[in-house]
């Protein structure tokens, strides 16, 4: 990468981190009304609290995979008054935190979207300074997909990966959005993404290649039991589903021209993270003819009928 694209790509995850924090702030404030105008920025040393509010810091950041992006580590801390509830209060206000954020898309006003997950919380409650207000520090993984410049974003050209992704689309219908290789910014939800996870080729004969493809597939809803039903669904048709149809890039598909891919097998965790591990695990195959090697004609044959 040059040292301008660099900068740019600096530049524009510095402003997305910029839109990302605005975008929780006001998220915080929709959660608890009190909070309007005073959610605040990591407190400065020494700075005292003197009303109820939320804190909100960005800790580390962490690069998680190529499809994922990035997770970065955010605490937020409501702090509220010990005349004012107290512990008590401070339970409600980190339960609402937690229903209100855990596994919740958001999406900025320049469109680019991310995930918070909920990863609890390292520390005890403690009494501010002041010991006027308690508060308790909430952690939350938030990520984002990596950023790309425009013209480095490189199109899926496999077939395979292309025909599991319009079989999707067919059956979980236009509700739904079916990415492939990478989360994009701003994605949607209800979606699924398809990725290309290993690619094998073995020799079963003279002139027989196998082709064994192994996809992940990451399901991810809004809601658990909707999203657990939708994985059951997908592994099932995938089971009786035979066969594929794929077509060749650039090619017109006929009945003459169209190709399959076996599905060989396919399974699903239920519990494993959506965006970042995904919960499908699906191989196809597909055996191909070996490419013919040219070799010269014989034009001539010359034999002895005895053989000394």
């Known amino acids: ?28 404030a929709e959660l608890v009304p009190a909070w309007q105008g005073q ?31 990035y997770r970065r580590i955010i605490r937020i801390a409501p702090y509220v008054g010990l005349t004012e509830g ?20 958001l999406q900025d006003t320049e469109g680019n979207a991310f995930t918070c997950i909920y990863l609890g919380s390292s520390d005890c ?17 938030v990520y984002v997909p990596e950023f790309f410049e425009q013209d480095l974003a490189i199109e ?3 077939y395979s990966l292309c025909a599991l992704q319009n079989w ?14 990478t989360w994009p910014g701003g994605y949607e939800s209800p979606s699924v993404l398809w990725r290309l996870a290993s690619y094998d080729i073995a020799e079963v ?12 597939g990451h399901v991810m809803t809004r809601n658990p039991v909707a999203t657990r039903n939708t994985v059951i669904r997908l592994v099932e048709q995938l089971g009786i589903q035979a066969r594929i149809a794929i077509t060749d890039a650039g090619s017109e598909e006929t009945s003459e021209s169209r190709r399959y891919v076996t599905v060989d097998d396919v ?7 959506a965006y970042l591990n995904g919960q499908i695990r699906l191989t196809v195959q597909e055996r191909i003819r070996r490419p013919g090697i040219d070799v010269p004609f014989i034009r001539q044959v010359h034999h002895s009928r005895g053989i000394e």
């Open 267 to 273: 399974s699903a965790d239920l519990q494993a993270d």
């Open 86 to 105: 107290g512990t008590e209060q401070l339970e409600v206000l980190s339960s609402k935190l937690m229903e209100g954020l855990h596994q919740v898309r």
């Open 205 to 216: 004969g003279a002139s027989t290649l196998e082709i064994r493809k192994q996809f992940v």
């Open 39 to 69: 959610v605040r920025d990591a407190l400065a040393l020494g700075e005292l609290v003197n009303e109820p509010c939320a804190v909100i810091a960005f800790a580390e950041e962490v690069p998680k995979s190529s499809w994922a992006g």
């Open 168 to 181: 999707t689309q067919t059956e979980l219908g236009s509700t739904w959005s079916v990415y492939c290789d």
């Open 156 to 158: 899926t050209q496999d």
């Open 1 to 28: 990468m040059s040292i301008t694209n660099e900068a740019n790509s600096t530049a524009s995850i510095g402003k997305m981190s910029t839109l990302m924090k605005q975008t929780l702030k006001q998220k915080l």
């Open 125 to 141: 409650d403690r009494i501010d300074s002041s010991a006027s207000f308690i508060t308790r520090s909430l952690r939350f993984g």
